[in-house]
């Protein structure tokens, strides 16, 4: 399974009502029900608030907290990543970081990526779960 950026802040920045899902969805990672992948762009996403805050100390936690996490893989963005994300960035008009979610989706050969952007799609081999409907209300 793998994760937009936003699920990770919603579960580090305790934002409700989503922060219990994105607990959950992290605590089947960790106890092994589940594979998980983040991209190293996605990291940078989520270190971005606390870096812009001047947090540093809270950069390096989340990326220590993170890079930790037993079942968590932070995946690389090598360049043949690249011509996959501008296909996806051309075709489906979305952006940069966006595009880059769903092209490591695909290179981790994960089923799913969870995100809570609802201008994301899924493909035939690839679905999107949005965490809105993981959360209950």
Do not use: C
Not at 12 to 38: D, K, M, N, S
Not at 40 to 67: C, F, H, W
Not at 71 to 91: K, S
């Amino acid at each position: 399974m793998a994760l937009d950026s936003n699920v990770l802040v919603y579960l580090l920045e305790a934002v409700e009502p989503w922060a219990g899902a994105a607990r959950q969805l992290l605590t089947a990672i960790e106890e092994g029900h589940v594979a998980g992948i983040v991209s190293s762009v996605g990291l940078a996403e989520v270190l971005a608030g606390p870096a812009r805050r001047g947090n540093l100390a809270l950069v390096e936690r989340y990326t220590d907290e993170l890079g930790g996490m037993p079942g968590l893989r932070i995946f690389p963005f090598p360049p043949d990543l690249a011509a996959d994300v501008a296909v996806i960035r051309g075709v489906r008009g979305i952006g940069l970081a966006d595009a880059i979610h769903l092209a490591t989706a695909r290179a981790a050969n994960a089923t799913a990526l969870v995100t809570n952007d609802h201008s994301l799609r899924g493909s035939p081999k690839l679905e999107v779960v949005y965490l809105d409907d993981l959360t209950p209300g």
